[in-house]
């Protein structure tokens, strides 16, 4: 059974850092091809990342410069580091893999439940 | 960026009807466009990928179609939980990946 699970999201201040984690079990880690989208509250999905089985990157303009994602296929671990962080940032946090393993073919087959992010003074 | 608009924003129908939703992209995303269904505190499930290719486990009452610019989510007779929000996705154009604002449907 496929389960991706999220962690690591919380209130910070402006400016702040923090770091997300989806831990992935149930199918072949390493060859997928992850994502990570978010969701403001009442508001739609917005993508912000990819990353390749290989380890390619792909960032949406708004986290540009400011997120990094990453993956460490020994722990089956997906990251997302989060650094100058906005008010507009707060959402709730969803990785998604890939739907074809090995592919880049970019739908969503499976999603965990997502960790909300808040950021605030 | 490949953007995507969803109609109608609203969409309200009984249980058994027939639910017709829209999706049509800026330019061409060929028939790599996605649906996905999410209800309230959950995450999205994906109900068709490539236009109209059912995901594993979907039901035989939703259906895709649709190319180029117009696509079309169709919900053959409304079961009580369908009434959800829908959102479609391309990934023909990308970075970024862009999805539409998506569609709620509910209880008339």
């Known amino acids: 059974e496929v389960q991706l699970v999220e962690s690591g999201g919380g209130l910070v201040q402006p400016g702040g850092s923090l770091r997300l984690s989806c831990a992935a079990s149930?199918?072949?880690?390493?060859?997928?091809?992850m994502n990570w989208v978010r969701q403001a509250p009442g508001k739609g999905l917005e993508w912000v990342s990819s990353?390749?089985?290989?380890?390619?990157?792909y960032y949406a303009d708004s986290v540009k410069g400011r997120f990094t994602i990453s993956r460490d296929n020994s722990r089956n671990t997906l990251y997302l580091q989060m650094n100058s962080l906005k008010a507009e940032d707060t959402a709730i946090y969803f990785c998604?893999?890939?739907?074809?393993?090995?592919?880049?073919?970019?739908?969503?087959?499976?999603w965990g439940q997502g960790t909300l992010v808040t950021v605030s003074s | 960026e490949v953007v995507l608009t969803q109609s109608p924003a609203t969409l309200s129908l009984s249980p058994g009807e027939r639910a017709t939703l829209s999706c049509r992209a800026s330019?061409?995303?060929?028939?790599?466009l996605a649906w996905y269904q999410q209800k309230p505190g959950q995450a999205p499930r994906l109900l068709i990928y490539?236009?109209?290719n059912r995901a594993t486990g979907i039901p035989a009452r939703f259906s895709g179609s649709g190319s180029g610019t117009d696509f079309t989510l169709t919900i053959s007779s409304l079961e009580p939980e369908d009434f959800a929000v829908y959102y479609c996705?391309?990934?023909?154009?990308?970075?970024?990946?862009?999805f539409g604002p998506g569609t709620k449907v509910d209880v008339k």
């Open positions: 998604a893999k890939v739907g074809e393993t090995g592919s880049m073919n970019m739908w969503f087959d499976y």
């Open positions: 149930g199918f072949t880690f390493s060859i997928s091809a």
């Open positions: 990353i390749s089985g290989g380890g390619n990157t």
């Open positions: 330019q061409s995303v060929s028939r790599y």
């Open positions: 490539d236009a109209s």
């Open positions: 996705q391309q990934r023909s154009t990308w970075p970024p990946l862009t």
